[in-house]
């Protein structure tokens, strides 16, 4: 295969194609909103401004998940729990870091 310049029939060819795909405007409309599946930016975790309901909510089941846990000693509930907790408190260290931030 060369590294050159492509024959002028097959620019013609190519040239044709990538007119077509730029008139599909719903694959142009996929492509823009296709995201790679990364690890999430440190950045924006420090961003994080949770509101006050989504904290009570989180609150809420994680208490609601410990109260069942001890009272079941299910796995999957204290699992759950284990998930949520760290969350949750992330989410209300954040919360009162932007109450007092003044």
Known sequence: MSIGRLPDHEQRVLDEVERALSRDRRLDRRLRTLRLHRLPDPTRLAAYRPRT???LLLLAVSVTLMVVGIVTSAPGVIWA???VWPVTLFAAFRLLCR???G
């Open 81 to 83: 729990f284990a998930a």
């Open 99 to 101: 109450w007092t931030e």
């Open 53 to 55: 309901p989504t904290v």
